[in-house]
């Protein structure tokens, strides 16, 4: 196994991409991830993407998006883990390059949502459900999300306002990224007059959907000596069904990642300047900062209320927007937490830089927790 | 890079699993799997599948799968690649298993196609197209399979008949599989009668969709001396839609993989024993010939005319029915091509054993031919 190093990055804004398809928003980011590389030609592109079966009716995306981006011939395939299909793109690309197997791999996240009537929509996500035992009984991702939010705030006894930091922190880390769809900040009076969404979710405490695509090129480390690298990479599971947990307050999948991640890095959490975290929900949030050993258990949501979650604080997360506020294009998203990681590193974050940040992690929640994907990143 | 071997197989018939769930059948096949390889627990689990978000409403099938083997925790993620998906899910594990990464990675394909109506299937299995400039205009799988099998009867003088040996070949050994869905053998005058499907497709040209799991389980070759070996392994793309390709005859994709995979086993054409090659359609096997070299550009056909795709012949294809007759179960077909060409090679084939076999080589195709997945093992 040889280390590997992220050459290029690229992105696009999340928004509303009326006039754009889904394979212009990958071939956008994609030539962005190349140019930024100084690279031509690939040897392989790893594509990912959730919902693009149903709501665009195009499947076999890696062939697809080759074709278009020049790279025709090349060897491409498209990863699917719900929410979490781009952490589990960049896991298989990095093993294709530390394998010795491939030498240039591009990831390319690409999702397009918001061209289907909402419920259509809303019905595509649910499959990252258990459609068996949890889709079968009505609920849906925010209503699963809003039990475990609920359960939280009985157990450890905390209020609905407990949780504003999180929101607050990444509006106003959103409003100073041009590639953020919500680049407007929020008190705590705006946060908590959000309606309501799933009780206790409020507007401010989902991540909204939008269309995007973000990529990266991966390199063996020792081409590229002053790339940043990825010194840690690890995914677990676990129930795909919320209810199947012995414990639906804790990220089992999120913890046995980051561990590992921990482990081949070398480093522990008080090393990690920076965590792009999967805040798909606030309580999301809260859970993934207990699990990665950032609090301790009941405490996650201390860690905002502290004032430890902000640009200049102790952990410094959704330094961009993150999900809730960059937005969620959901099969793209973990490619735009290591995209975003990748410019911290290089000191390239322009207004939301966290000085002199070293070490990253990035984590991408797939469903109610079921697949989670951990990355360490390294300047 | 280390060398990976296949320590253990499994498989369900290919049928209307009525009875069965999509996820029922994907444990299934991966616990024979493991009973095969006598091991209990995995590292990572790679499932492929094609239409489970349309056709079951399920995505997200990784951690599913995972958690109903028993195997809650473990790495998993789900490829698509149309009906290549599980070749390109076969080609994922096995990089993971050969950088040294994991030990034991469990390659599980599965589908379930039959409980929707006709025209549901055909319009999910139609999304391995180009949605935008070939499904748009209303052409199907069948219809675009069936222009080039003209061309190809114009360009180089076949007629109809001429195809028979691919199909015939095809049952008679699915008669005598008994996982195979179609299990009776056919002659010249019944594949002759076959009803149009999209002419020049008739019934005996096109491969039946079906319900079914196949799985297998990888490890270091040096940790299983007396297993199967994968020596080569390599995937390609073309363009999506077939009317992009400057040669519609050709599968560049199919010569790019084979030629690969040849160079990395040291082989070429004539070492291989048997050859699993994806016969979703009659013309699909004529152009897999050529394009991995065994038969010159336009004598596709005359190898099953010459009598060189039987058992006992030069080439032997389809050994236990191939899609045509063993049945198609789109994303997991590509397992059942390596099950299949494992068993040969352990000399465990039953009636269709190709006598001492000990180089098979599998391709597996997904699309009208844009991703191509070549794998050569040996005994």
Known sequence: MREVAILGVGQTPVREHWEMSLRALAVEAGRAALA?????????????????DRLVGQRHLGPLVADYLGQ???E????????????SAMRQGMMAVASGELERVLIIGAEKLTETPHQET???????????????????????NALIMRRYMHEYG???KDFAPFAIA???NASRNPNALYRYAIDEREYERGRDVADPIRLYDASPIGDGAAALLLVAADKAPSAVRVIGSASATDTVSVHDREDILWLNAAELSARRAYDQAKVGPADIDLFELHDAFSIMAALSLEACGFAERGRGVRVGLDGDITLGGRIPISTMGGLKARGHPVGATGLYQLVEATLQLRGEAGATQV???RIAMTQNIGGSGAT???HILKA
């Open 76 to 87: 491409a395939v498209k990863l699917e883990a719900a929410c979490g299909s781009a952490g």
């Open 170 to 172: 990444a509006h106003a």
């Open 355 to 357: 000085p002199g940040a």
């Open 372 to 374: 989670i994907t951990t």
């Open 72 to 74: 025709r011939g090349v």
């Open 122 to 144: 809303t019905a595509a996500l649910a499959t990252a459900a258990d459609a068996d035992f949890e889709v079968e009984q009505g609920i849906t991702f925010v209503g699963l």
């Open 36 to 52: 930024d590389a100084g690279v031509d030609k690939v040897d392989a592109i790893y594509v990912s993407n959730m919902n693009s």
């Open 158 to 160: 905390y209020t609905h």
